[in-house]
């Protein structure tokens, strides 16, 4: 395959444990390729908790998700590893060679010595509306976030959601001259929106100018003519149901994380958790590591912490693999000439 990456190492996850395993696949110089469904790191730091402060990362008193995250995204700049963000693992076979051969949803495929699975709570993924068939209009009708590849100018638009992203998108597509859509409607199930009162405000002023309507509801059905959707019927809280025409439906009801496919790469597991040792964090499969949030072992804690160190030794781990003819000893970076010289210190 052409396209495929030869590699040493994939992370599958860019959580606080696949950030800083790729950090110490650095200093053992093992060229590193990292894969996450979202399209930016920081896992459930980023995800979940960016503004909160965090108090147990050791010599750290008080930093947010956000900071840690950039944080361990400074460290690991020397050694500046391969993001493939935006798209999921779905597959991971063995090969004849004792590579392994992964795949992601965005069709690229990497050829690797070692994987490191720091996959947390699973893939985070942008919740859809469940309805038998509407998923053929994913990226031609309906789209889960908007970027500058969303190009809605003078579409009639549905946006679905009823926190600060659903908000923002329907203000930005209502008012922006470059990008302004023929018609823009918010659905929320609940007459309730969460943000921030200024942008309330802003919202409520966007609705009285009658550039925006704002409807409560759900989507329970949609009307389809020759292969394009045309209407989503919206069933009130009432329980009454009413089509509403539409182009385009941007759907942001926020992101969940899926256990997904790694389920069925048949590794040991226990309760939705890949069975590790604790010399080498090592999985069933010799060569595959398990690290974070989405390993098991007896005495296991969900902390940064543990996956920090869980990394460290997984590392030393796939090192011997990667290198077998050399010996892997440990140096510190406050000593090693040659660490100072990878770090560029
Ligand atoms: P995650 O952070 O879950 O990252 C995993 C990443 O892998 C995700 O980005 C996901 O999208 C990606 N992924 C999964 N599967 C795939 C796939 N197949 N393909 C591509 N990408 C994939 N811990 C502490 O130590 N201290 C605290 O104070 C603390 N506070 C917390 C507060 C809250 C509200 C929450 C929810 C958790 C808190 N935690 C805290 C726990 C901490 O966030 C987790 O232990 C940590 O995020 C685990 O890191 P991870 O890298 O293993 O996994």
Redesign the pocket.
């Known amino acids: 395959q052409s396209d495929c990456i030869q590699t040493d190492a994939l992370v599958?996850?860019?959580?606080?444990?696949?950030?800083f395993a790729a950090f110490q696949l650095g200093l053992q110089e093992i060229k590193t390729h990292i894969?996450?469904?979202?399209h930016y790191a920081?896992?459930?730091?980023i995800?979940?908790?960016p503004d909160?402060p965090?108090?147990?990362?050791p010599g750290t008193p008080r930093c947010t998700?956000r900071e840690l995250t950039e944080n361990l995204l400074k460290q690991l700049k020397p050694f500046d590893p391969q993001f493939h963000l935006g798209?999921?693992?779905?597959s991971l076979e063995k090969q004849a060679d004792g590579r392994f051969l992964a795949q992601?949803t965005a069709g690229q495929s990497f050829l690797t010595k070692t994987i490191f699975i720091?996959?947390?709570?699973?893939?985070?993924q942008a919740r859809q509306i469940k309805l038998d068939g509407l998923e053929r209009f994913n990226g031609s009708q309906i789209f889960y976030r908007s970027d500058a590849n969303t190009v809605f100018a003078n579409k009639h638009l549905l946006v679905v959601g009823g926190d600060t992203a659903a908000i923002q998108s329907a203000l930005n597509f209502a008012t922006d001259s470059t990008q302004k859509a023929a018609s823009v409607t918010l659905l929320h199930r609940r007459d309730v929106l969460q943000a921030e009162p200024e942008l309330l405000q802003q919202f409520q002023a966007a609705c009285e100018a009658g550039k925006i309507r704002f409807m409560v509801g759900q989507v329970t059905a949609y009307s389809e003519v020759q292969g394009c959707m045309t209407a989503a019927h919206i069933t009130d809280v009432d329980g009454q149901t009413a089509p509403l025409a539409l182009d385009v439906m941007l759907v942001l009801l926020g992101l969940s994380?899926k256990l997904?496919?790694?389920a069925s790469w048949g590794l040991a597991m226990s309760r939705k958790q890949v069975e590790v040792d604790t010399e080498k964090f090592s999985t069933s499969e010799p060569g595959i590591f398990a690290?974070?949030?989405?390993n098991s072992y007896p005495g296991k804690k969900?902390?940064?912490?543990?996956?920090f160190h869980e990394a460290t030794l997984a590392v030393f781990g796939a090192a011997e693999i990667i290198f077998p003819e050399k010996k892997i000893m440990l140096q510190y970076t406050t000593t090693s000439p040659r660490l100072h010289a990878l770090l560029g210190a």
């Open positions: 599958i996850g860019a959580g606080p444990t696949g950030l894969v996450d469904s979202l920081g896992g459930q730091c995800e979940l908790y909160k965090i108090y147990d990362i998700g798209q999921e693992i779905s992601t720091a996959a947390g709570v699973g893939a985070f994380p997904g496919p790694l690290i974070g949030d989405i969900k902390l940064i912490l543990s996956g």
